[in-house]
């Protein structure tokens, strides 16, 4: 097969064994393929949303620069077509013929099983964690534990002997997977394959991934009811539960230079295929903050599967990251065949799910605006529970100050209206303002008269008033306390 | 020695290497078809018409079937009200209706919209006021009186009067109900099905379908979860499959997704309660008169059951001299509310801690005092209100022992300061007890058996109607039969649970799982052991045994037990010496043609109770324990989250200490879920919206306390249990109520003078908008 050449089949190794996956059944969700087709149930599906992390298996995905890393993903909400040069690895990869590994090992003598439906998940998940650490000589702290199985629930153990197991795991027992499952493959043939554009279409179905953008931009002028999928992590759940189906799609993971991210001068450049782990592990030293915030934000499984980008686009009033970007004022970049715009965030949400884009454009990348020195911020995300959940407010605040008078002040919220929103008529007030408890006070008092947040089931009005008005004061002091610039 | 031992649960290699198989891991046979249930449009009315002519047009829909098809669509544990597809009266939103049958999964994706189900719709009953106000009751229960309650209250120093509500709780167990059920030859059904109760599940499915009993067996290998949900209505999704497999003569499998799941089966019976109390000066309980109301839903299935242990469990750990207890299970237009862990035990005793931190903030004094004040005593002060004496009583020792482990006095210092100097964060501490009777209140349900076969190699299988569900009484029961053969654990396999084997099994619920079944699977070992003994004793004595002889039949007089040891996969005749390997002994019992198989039945002794009166002994022993929460409230969001959890149980002597601990740690989460950030959430049309884990959150690893120390006392005194062991399953969960108390306790602190008001379970909004309350 030459590079030029379409392909109309995904090639995939499931526990190093190489598949050829096409027609039908490339269109599955991972898991369900798994299941039925490659005759691996021991992957189970539990919510099929991708919020219990049952059917978590581990993803390495090969680019011309090698092999990368092996990642957690929930593959109940992944369809097939998204695992082109792919390796997986399932619960039935992990043990070497009849020897456990030493996740394995550790979780049956701790007692890390019950009734054993999440123990897979909980078994990759871990597994990955232990490939991540003894690749880099790092040690297991509970820290990284409880962070890596954010996304895996247990409705058995109560976690503690999961803790327990993981924590007695000995890093120096640890087969790599990589040696086992990469180091095997030819990878002058994957060179060939990754240069295949692709193309799956069947009677109702269709799946495009170009390997340039100039093509992926003609298919969606062509056909601009082309759904971009990039991670699936919310298209996929919607498709899963019957709400869209993710019939007619085309994937932009081929195209190179739409999975960049870095410092430009401009700023920070996050390309359309850019994960939320990606993004979090970039931004760890020149944005704690936002790092901080993309921390709590989801799972591991949905960060590394999720772009930003795709959750900038999805849109949602309650989207976690949108009010950072907001107030950060970052710049969206959209391109078709007519040429490239820059469209600025704080113009972007029009209305509930209303944006400013059209449907032949595809969102390449988003622009971060470097912050000059002298700003600090506080990003906050209220919900039920403090991870893995949909939050019922979102606050963001960037503000410069010098001389105990705020200079400039930047506040977005989500979860108050149809659109996360900045507040620029109360910016306006604080600015030239004491930085005082006070005048902080005020300004909650004024954003609650300001917003006009609903009632549903993750919260009622009254309590979203509430918590608003109160981020203000915990901003505040919470900022009195660490008053030197924290940017 | 097997017993005692932190052996691994049996599944463990299955589980880890993702091997274990679950009903949908199995493989798809030839013709095998997919039912998809699908529910009401409404939550009360009628049905007036289904048309799923439309979906049937659709590739790959083979079939729908409606209530028409079944020949008896009625089925319920205790009252027979529950249709398994709605024939007329709708009960609830979402109550399945209709099947539709297919040959692939994804076909349901496009095809479920297309069924039309028309419905005459009629105001629906959506809350406990309003059944109360309809006069609406499944069930009134018979009052518990103890003492003077009335005289008692009126001469009280004070009383204090209030309303306790804690909401429902969704079990969740990871597998949703599942079961493929397969047509044989002859009519007859067997059923594959995740159920807690295997005998329930043959029952109804032959019922509906107008079959026999023994026309039907069900078979349970494992399940994904429990939790008391896979009680009673596994059942009627098996006889779905099971109607679809006689229709088509196909096997059918019928696997719920999450969400169906979480619509259409019932859960924890939430709860109102009305009481009053009085106490003295010091805090101390004089009287308490309350009316306990349960959410039943739309129909009985475990209600009656429910509410009773909610009375039995209104004392907590603490001794009440005079009470006046009601209870009434309200019928409302809600799934029907079902078994789940603790089984209104926690709805009980979670009123009583509440009052207990109410009357310390009545009195402005510790709470814990008060709990130490009220508790039950070892030697007066030990008779429940139903009259069943407490003996052995740890709970005096569990309170002051865990006071002392977990510096008490120290830390509530340190909160005082903390509280008194901190912005933006309170914190509270509070210590409960969970002291949960053991056994079934149904009497008749007190029994099981158990079958138990040794082979020729000297390996064993044992089967009992206990069903392993991931809480290890699998293990166990191979522990039991290990240790009584004197065998390596390695040398049992306890088998798949199956009606063909184990007869009108009682399910495996109430916690008695690892008692009744350990139990019976002993009596079957020592069966087999006897005529061991006796085939050594005649080997020791030269009696022939060849060609001509045999051993002689069993003469139990003639034998004395404690003359043989099993151990090391020996029998050792202490008085001679003799030792025989133990698979030569079973080669030698097998060719002198005795029985190496033994069946045993087994009941509780020793239970009573006069349902008329209230009074008896219901229990066959308690279960205790004590747990110790702190936990900080960020008070500008209301969020907070548990810095430390210390338990001490009391658990008799542990057939598997590991096994046990990882059940006081899960049901304690699961208790802490419940009372924090399990909010089921209802349109106001009656329809669950939370009905996946987007919007139903139960704890996740970030959850659970910072420090979490669990422990157990010595208890070598429970001699009524099998090898002095004592049930775990549900007795801790009650000890995550110390959560909610703790959140209460925090509260006092910013309350002034006020009284904490809390519900269950306390969501960051409910203690935000309680401390707004508060300015």
Partial sequence: ?487 | MSVGKNTPHDSSRGHVTGTSVFIDDRPLQKMEVFVLPIGVPCAAGRLKSIDASEALKQPGILAAFTAKDLPHNRWGTIVQDQPILVDDQVGYYDEPAVLLVADNQEAFLRARSMVKIEVEKRPAILSIDEAIAQNNFIYKANPFKCGDADKAMAEAPHKLAGVFECGGQEHFYMESQACIAYPLEDGQIEIHASSQHPTETQHVVAHALGLSLHEVVCVVKRMGGGFGGKESQAAPFAAMAALVARKLNRPARLCLSKDDDMMMTGKRHPFKNFYEVGFDNEGRILSLKAKLYSDGGAYADLSHSILDRALFHIDGAYFLPNAHIEGFACRTNFHSNTAFRGFGGPQGTMTIESIIEDIASYLNKDNLTIRELNCYGKDKNNVTHYGQKLDHNPLPDLFSDLRIKANYETRRKEIDLFNATTRGKIRGLSMTATKFGIAFTARFLNQGNALVNVHKDGTVQVSTGATEMGQGVNTKIQQIVAHAFGIPAAMVKVMSTSTEKNHNTSPTAASSGSDINGAAALKAADGIKQRLCWLLQNIVAGTPMNDIAECPPVNTKLLDFTDFVFEKETIRHVPSGKIVSWPELVQQAYFNRMSLGEYAHFKTEGLGFDKARSIGTPFNYFTNGVALSEVQIDTWTGEYKVLRTDILMDLGRPINPGIDKGQVTGAFIQGMGWVTSEKLFYSKEGRLLSHSPTTYKIPNVQDTPRIFNVEFIMNNENHQNVHRSKAVGEPPFLLGISVWTALKDALRYKAQSRIPNLKSPATPEDVLMELTSYE
């Fill in chain 1, 1 to 487: 097969m030459n590079s030029s050449e379409i392909r109309n089949e995904i090639h995939v190794f499931i526990n190093g064994v190489e598949t050829q996956v096409s027609s039908e059944q490339a269109f599955l969700p991972l898991a369900q393929f798994l299941r039925s087709e490659a005759n691996l149930p021991g992957t189970k599906i539990v919510c099929a949303e991708g919020d219990c992390g049952a059917c978590t298996v581990l993803v390495s995905r090969w680019a011309i620069d090698g092999w990368s890393e092996f990642q957690t993903l929930n593959s109940c909400i992944a369809p097939v077509y998204l695992f082109d040069l792919c390796s997986i690895v399932t619960v039935e990869g992990l043990a070497q013929e009849d020897e456990l590994n030493e996740v394995q090992t550790k979780m049956r003598e701790h007692h890390g099983a019950q009734c054993g439906y999440c123990t897979p998940g909980i078994v990759c998940a871990l597994s990955g964690l232990a490939e991540s650490c003894a690749g880099k000589n790092k040690v297991l702290t509970e820290k990284k534990v409880r962070n890596h199985l954010t996304g895996n629930l247990c409705r058995c153990t109560g976690y503690e002997p999961i803790l327990s197991s993981a924590l007695s795991i000995d890093l120096k027992k640890w087969n790599s997977l990589k040696t086992r499952y990469l180091s095997t493959i030819n990878s002058q043939r994957l060179e060939i394959l990754a240069k295949n554009p692709i193309e799956i279409v069947e009677p109702t179905k269709a799946a495009f991934a170009p390997t340039n953008l100039q093509t992926a931009l003609d298919l969606k002028t062509q056909t601009p009811e082309l759904r971009i999928v990039a991670g699936a992590t919310d298209l996929g759940v919607l498709h899963n539960k019957a709400k869209f189906f993710l019939d007619q799609v085309l994937i932009l993971n081929k195209i190179p230079e739409l999975s960049k991210i870095e410092r430009t001068s401009q700023g920070l450049w996050v390309g359309a295929q850019v994960s939320l782990t990606q993004v979090e592990d970039f931004c760890e030293n020149s944005y704690p903050e936002l790092s901080r915030l993309l921390r709590i934000f989801a799972s591991p499984q949905i960060k590394n599967q999720g772009t930003l980008l795709g959750n900038i686009l999805n849109g949602s009033p309650i989207g976690d990251s949108l009010p950072a970007f907001l107030v950060l004022e970052a710049e969206l970049h959209l391109a078709s065949v007519r040429g490239q715009r820059v469209v600025p965030l704080t113009a972007f949400y029009k209305g509930y799910k209303f944006f400013d884009i059209q449907p032949d454009e595809i969102a390449v990348g988003l622009m971060v605006p470097p912050l000059k020195d002298g700003f600090c911020s506080k990003f906050y995300k209220v919900s039920l529970r403090k991870d893995l959940d949909i939050s019922a407010v979102t606050f963001a605040g960037l503000f410069k100050i010098e001389n105990s008078t705020i200079q400039e002040a930047r506040i977005a919220l989500g979860g108050v209206g149809p659109t996360v929103v900045r507040l620029p008529d109360l910016e306006k007030d604080l600015v030239g303002s004491q930085f005082s408890e006070s005048v902080f006070a005020n300004a909650g008092a004024k954003a609650r008269s300001l917003i006009k947040p609903i009632s549903d089931l993750r919260a009622t009005d009254q309590y979203r008033l509430q918590v608003t008005e109160n981020l203000f004061r915990k901003c505040f002091e919470e900022l009195s306390q660490e008053i030197a610039p924290c940017l």
